[in-house]
């Protein structure tokens, strides 16, 4: 009978420790709060463990997507938007398995450059209104900064060599075009810049001096990018040494072209 009592008291020593209760006649055994609340610990910090396993290989995953956009958006403006494929691979480090796994054509890769460059000269337009207080210093700034996002990839949009009218490139399309031109209304309006240029001639200007001529593969040419930029900027400011041939370029201007 002693060693029946010292069992069951064993067993109720047990079952605090571990939150679980015999029932009795059963044989089976109910959790109780504090065998739940161990529980739920030991799942919590089993959880971060297996998210950071599963993290690593999307976060490699998102690292090679982006060196193929970079690699491509280099590309398409050395040498046009019909670059070998194999050679973004190539160029981005990865294989050419990869490069379809993130991008099954070349309407698909194309889609991302142009959205990604899109996205990040706009954000430079934006920076340089926060930055500048002299609207035509904005617009300089943004004019040099769009040159280093490689703005002349952009070409792709303008000679739609692909569906142009996707509603994320629109949007993005949208806010681009609705920054740069209040970057020139308001140059225009300080009596800064001059008033026979619309915003249009800005982003054409942009997309022919930013990229050599496709397949001449000019070594060294970047140098000279900022160089005639700063060109173009100077007969941008008032007052105009010169008459412009033709009318100014428009947005709905490069929408029919």
């Known amino acids: 009978m002693r060693v029946a009592v010292e069992t069951v008291a ?33 799942g919590k910090s089993a959880a971060p463990a297996a998210s950071c396993r599963a993290a690593r290989p999307r976060a490699d995953a998102l690292r090679n997507r982006e060196r193929i ?6 590309l398409f403006v050395e040498f046009g938007p019909d670059v070998a494929l194999d050679d973004v691979a ?36 934006e920076e340089a209104v926060a930055a500048e207080s002299d609207p035509f210093a904005a617009l300089s700034r943004f004019v040099h900064a769009a040159a280093d996002e490689r703005i002349g990839a952009l070409c792709p949009m303008i000679s739609g060599v692909f569906d142009k009218d996707h509603p994320d490139l629109l949007a993005e399309r949208d806010r681009l075009e609705e920054t740069v031109a209040g970057l020139v209304s308001r140059a225009q309006s300080a009596g800064r810049l001059r008033t026979d240029i619309a915003v249009g001639d800005v982003l054409v200007a942009l997309s022919q001096l930013t990229r050599p001529l496709p397949g001449i593969a000019c070594q060294g040419i970047d140098r000279f990018t900022h160089r005639h930029l700063q060109l ?10 010169s008459e412009l041939p033709g009318s100014a370029a428009t947005l709905e201007d490069l929408r029919r072209s």
Do not use: W
């Open 10 to 42: 064993k067993g109720a020593a047990q079952a605090a420790v571990t939150g679980n209760t015999a029932q009795p006649g059963t044989g089976s055994v109910t959790r109780t709060g504090t065998g739940r609340v161990a529980e739920a610990a030991a």
């Open 69 to 74: 956009v970079s690699a491509a958006r280099e």
């Open 90 to 125: 190539r160029r981005a480090g990865v294989g050419n398995a990869t490069l379809y796994r993130n991008f099954p054509d070349r309407a698909a890769l194309t889609h991302e450059v142009v959205l990604a460059v899109t996205s990040r000269t706009t954000l430079r337009a």
């Open 232 to 241: 173009f900027l100077d007969g941008l400011e008032t007052p105009a040494r």
